[in-house]
Antibody, heavy 113, light 110 residues
């Protein structure tokens, strides 16, 4: 079983940047594709981005393409989400997860002036 | 990206049976099935059923998942107060190259 812990959330102004981290422990992390999924206040789950187990392929949702970049460092059991040109509608709790298996606790990102 | 379709709300009485549905297409639910997640207020989602309809360790036998064509279902028997939560389905969409979610069903136990 994989356990995930997100960090790096916080308050940022519109147009700013943040880098989220997702640290994994437990089973062999490098065997799993990992995604970032977000949930705006009072809303449902929205898939943001995903990366394959080796890091060789990355995928993005339409709302973040060209602004967010996902990466991973399997030697450090960590996945990252670099978020640039942030907008108010990016405000959400960001979870790292295997969307059909294990989930982290989430980190809150607030984009506001 | 197009998502999966779930009814916004379901209400059932204590100790009754609730069946939640999740409809997609042949590229997602109809391809590799859907996982089911439960979310209580201010908590992260929790896996209830894998895409192959198996339950993870520790999940109650009152829950069972199934699939017919492009529609996945989650049945919860003998409803308890703690079953009141939001339920989401998730599936990989091979056509979109993306994970898709249902909009969620709020289950109320009366």
């Amino acid at each position: 079983e994989v356990h995930l812990l997100e960090s790096g959330g916080g308050l940022v102004q519109p147009g700013g940047s943040l880098r989220l981290s997702c640290a994994a422990s437990g089973s062999t992390f490098s065997n799993y594709g990992i995604s970032w999924v977000r949930q705006a206040p009072g809303k449902g789950l929205e898939w943001v981005s995903g990366i394959t187990d080796s890091g060789g392929k990355t995928y993005y949702g339409d709302s973040v393409k060209g602004r967010f970049t996902i990466s991973r460092d399997n030697s450090k059991n960590t996945v990252f989400l670099q978020m640039n040109r942030l907008r108010a509608d990016d405000t959400a709790v960001y979870y790292c997860a295997d969307p059909a298996d294990f989930w982290g606790q989430g980190t809150l990102v607030t984009v506001s002036s | 990206q197009a998502g999966l379709t779930q009814p916004p709300s379901v209400s059932k009485g204590l100790r009754q049976t609730a069946t939640l549905t999740c409809t997609g297409n042949s590229n997602n639910v109809g391809d590799e099935g859907a996982a089911w997640l439960q979310q209580h207020q201010d908590h992260p989602p929790k896996l209830l059923s894998y895409r192959n309809n198996n339950r993870p360790s520790g999940i109650s036998e009152r829950l069972s998942a199934s699939r017919s064509g492009n529609t996945a279902s989650l049945t919860i028997t003998r409803l308890q107060p703690e079953d009141e939560a939001d339920y989401y389905c998730s599936a990989w969409d091979s056509g979109l190259g993306a994970w898709v979610f249902g909009g969620g069903t709020k289950l109320t136990v009366l």
